[in-house]
């Protein structure tokens, strides 16, 4: 698949609402407005979480100071602000962030006074998703399709999690190469209305990037073409796009929080599953504990390994980068599908 495949994935009707959704607080200031609060001349920019400060750093490259707010190895969704990075926020110049995953940023931001916003989901579909996730098995899913884990525990209230879904998406686009290229495109509109003396160079960078996803979505879509099974069980439900996108079903144990208890009812039901679907593994991730994971393993006599969700990069990660952690997710999935 070429660059020009994924662009012809992206709606270009999705590409203009990003471009009227996402720059509705840019119409008014000029690059000289956006430049006041400037780092040496660079644009100030606050990234919410992993994902968008690694669009921004990469979008941006030399003519940004990107500032993330949730350090290495804190889960995004708790993540609670103190008052210098509340302060931070408003001494910004742009802020990018994902509304819905983590509601003290969504608040901090409306009260920051701060001109240049971008919420990432408005520059992409959201769908449901729950503890089940099916694709289509052509490699696409359908497109707003909505799982359940049949226990009733495919959106779970109360758990701390908001994961968007009260505004009915699950934001985890970044997990998908084709979305995320689709919000990278976004973005890198955004920053060349805020800062147009550097349009050309952001335009070039953003250009490169959706390359690279391409790559990536061509190499999970020839890497996961023919396995053993389709179905993956895992203890966070944060997969459900890339399920769609590749053709594979996603089995979450208990919902959409990584550390939360699953029923009796349901850890028999994965058993069932995982014994009827041939699946091989039950996937955790880097920035929650794996007792629920090796719990579900020993009762069921499958494998553990990592399956990064990609909401943080620390030591542990299996990469350095979003792309190189991608690539390692999908050798995890290869291996556990049973890629021929």
């Known amino acids: 698949m070429t660059v020009m495949n994924v662009r012809r994935l992206i709606p270009a009707t999705a590409v203009a609402g990003a471009a009227v959704l996402g720059l509705t607080a840019l119409s008014g200031c000029s690059a000289s407005d956006a430049a006041d609060g400037s780092d ?22 030399e003519h940004v100071a990107v500032t993330g707010l949730t ?3 804190v889960e995004p969704h708790d993540l609670e602000l103190s008052p210098r990075q509340i302060g931070s926020i ?14 003290a940023v969504d608040d901090a931001i409306g009260q920051s006074g701060v001109r240049n916003t971008l919420d990432a989901a408005t520059l992409t579909t959201l769908e449901k998703h729950g503890a089940e996730v099916s694709g289509d098995g ?15 525990q495919a959106h779970e209230e109360g758990d701390g999690h908001d994961h968007g879904e ?7 686009i970044w997990l998908d190469p084709v979305k995320y290229a689709e919000v990278a495109e976004g973005v890198g509109a955004s920053l060349q209305k805020a800062d147009p003396d550097h349009a050309a160079d952001y335009a070039a960078n ?8 391409d790559g990536l979505d061509t190499a999970y879509e020839s890497g996961l073409k023919s396995t053993a099974t389709r179905t993956f069980v895992t203890t966070h439900s944060a997969f459900g796009y890339l399920a769609e996108r590749y053709g594979l079903t996603q089995q979450g144990i208990a919902g959409i929080d ?13 058993h069932t599953v995982a014994a009827k679907e041939k699946a091989t593994t039950v996937f955790f991730e ?43 997710n999908l050798a995890a999935l290869k291996k556990a599908l049973g890629a021929k």
């Open 40 to 61: 040496g001349g660079r644009l100030k920019v606050t990234a919410s979480f992993y994902p968008m400060q690694f669009l921004a750093e990469r979008i941006g490259g």
């Open 71 to 73: 350090k290495p190895g």
């Open 286 to 328: 880097t920035l929650a504990s794996d007792r629920t994971a090796k719990t579900l393993a020993q009762d069921t006599g499958l494998e553990t390994d990592v399956l990064d969700p990609l909401e943080g990069i620390t030591d542990r990660s299996r990469g350095a980068d979003y792309i190189e952690v991608m690539e390692s």
């Open 90 to 103: 408003s001494d910004s110049d742009y802020v990018l962030y994902l509304k819905g995953v983590q509601p």
């Open 206 to 213: 953003t250009k490169a990037l959706v390359a690279e996803l």
């Open 258 to 270: 990584p550390e939360a208890e699953p029923s009796p009812a349901r850890i028999q039901e994965i």
């Open 138 to 152: 052509d490699g696409h899913g359908p497109e707003g399709h909505e799982g359940g884990s049949g226990d009733g």
């Open 166 to 172: 009260e505004g009915g998406g699950d934001p985890h």
